[in-house]
């Protein structure tokens, strides 16, 4: 029903405007890609998602870390840059992953599971590819349950699986929602932590947003260009709702105090210059006159989640893989200082003594699941820069293999002025570069022995999940390059040295 808040406001918000570009599909999918995972809701309607790539470590424990929000943020009470975790529920390592709807879910998608098919074909085909919006946060969520429901019936062959557990729909949390509007590994760092995600042309092409001198209206999903891992709509249109609650920033994480609903991406009503990937609104749960709320301009997308214990083993898997990590450290000493709490617990008498006991053994345990994500941090970054200097080092060694190509020609040039002035010229290059390859070379054999105390263990497992961060075609060569950096680490670890000889081998042989 909608509520009174809703129908005092211009019903021009709701007119669904002129399309952008002509869909190419259904309405709840006007723009169709091979690799979307289409799953049907009944009433010949399904919902489209899209990949988020979450690649990991190995090891059911394993996750990864992002930096979302903004450094610059104004309002850095709620938006400052703050450290997220984030694990997929599908998959399994460098290939985890998660789903997350490709559009604001529609007018019709929601007539279409929570009224039925008649209330489907009496929607007018203006209104069906519009965005839900009007609907409470709990609306939401229940929709969500149905939702599943109706997959389940209509498009179970669809639902990813994991054993016998069937994904559901959910709300996204904030950081799975702006993870994957912020493009995920389909961006380098530096663009997934800009403001905006890269755009060809102006922000009008990817969001609608306000403009001066025309009412804001909603218009139907995917009428502008999506973001890079295919979402339309992230920004503007309707503001999101998402699974958790807001909470404020305090220097960088979230602060102690539970809050309202949090709306993400902004909505037709926000101007363009204040639009951002941070932005993040929080609105209370009831209004005014105590009703629950329920706004014109927020609604929401999917995401496909999975229960964490599908069966058995996957419980005793969990429990183990736990195990496992907090009894590895990577500076053992030379007694295990959880093992000593335990005993020094045992041997005090007060529960406040205990207490204490039981709080320093927490702060070390949990130092130590710290001290393992930072490596393997580490372990990616040290991959990246080694697959960039091995391709500088290959590059310079070309280039100068050239330049003694073109002395060797020069030197069959009649003599004179002409032959003298070229093979000056050419020897002045090789010069040049034969200092970028051994300065290249230097930086590269010290990164390499920074590496040696890096357990093989990890940098493998590293190495898989940075080359499916850089799985894009365009980077298939550097990933050859990153193996050969991490073969020139293995060569030089048992003898706690580089050799030049046998890396130069190496590092040159050639890439396949």
Known sequence: MMRLLVAALPAALFAAGAAAQAPAGPWWNPRPAPDDLVVPIGCEVGIAFRKVPIPVGDGPLADRRAI??????????????????????????????????????TRGQYAAVAQGCAALAGLAE???????????????????????????????????????????????TEAEWEYAARGATAVAETAFR???FAMDGPIAGYAHLFRPGARPQLRPVGLLKPNPLGLHDVLGNAAEMVLDPFRP????????????????????????????LALRTEYPPL?????????????????????????????????????????ETRARLDED????????????????????????RQAI???????????????????????????????????????????????????????????????????????????????????????????????????AVWKSENASQDSTTLRLMADRFVAYVELARPIRRVDPAAGEDLLGLPLN
């Open 68 to 105: 979302i929000g903004d450094e610059e943020a104004e309002a850095a009470y709620a938006e400052y840059a703050r450290d997220v975790f984030l694990a997929g529920a599908f998959g399994q390592g460098a290939e985890a992953h998660g789903w997350i709807g490709k559009y604001e879910v």
């Open 126 to 172: 203006t209104e069906r590819g519009l965005p839900q919006t009007g609907i409470t946060w709990a609306e939401a969520v229940r929709f969500a349950e149905l939702a599943s429901a109706a997959a389940r019936r209509h498009g179970a062959a669809a639902l990813p699986r994991a054993g016998d557990a069937h994904a559901f729909f959910r709300l996204p």
């Open 194 to 196: 800009a403001p905006l």
């Open 249 to 276: 920033n305090r220097g960088g994480r979230p602060q102690g105090r539970i809050g309202g609903l949090i709306a993400k991406g902004g909505d037709v009503r926000t101007p363009p210059d204040r639009a951002r």
């Open 287 to 327: 209004d005014a006159d105590g009703a629950p709320l329920a706004l014109p301009t927020l609604g929401f997308r999917f995401a496909l989640g999975l229960p964490v214990l599908t069966d058995l083993g996957r419980g005793e898997a969990l429990r183990e893989a736990w195990e496992r990590e907090a009894a």
């Open 337 to 360: 200082p959880v093992e000593l709490s335990r005993v020094l617990e045992r041997s005090v008498t007060t529960p406040e003594q205990r207490e204490a006991v039981r709080r320093v």
């Open 365 to 463: 345990v949990a130092d130590r699941f710290a001290r393992a994500d930072a490596e393997a941090r580490a372990a990616r970054s040290a991959i990246g820069a080694g697959a960039v200097l091995v391709r500088g080092w290959r590059n310079a060694r070309d280039v100068i293999a050239g330049i003694d190509r073109g002395i060797e020609e020069a030197n069959r040039m009649p003599s004179g002025p002409g032959r003298d002035e070229a093979i000056e010229n050419f020897a002045r290059a090789r010069r040049s570069w034969e200092l970028n390859q051994r300065t290249t070379r230097r930086v590269l054999d010290d990164l390499t022995m920074q590496q040696l105390d890096t357990p093989p263990a990890v940098l493998r497992e590293q190495l």
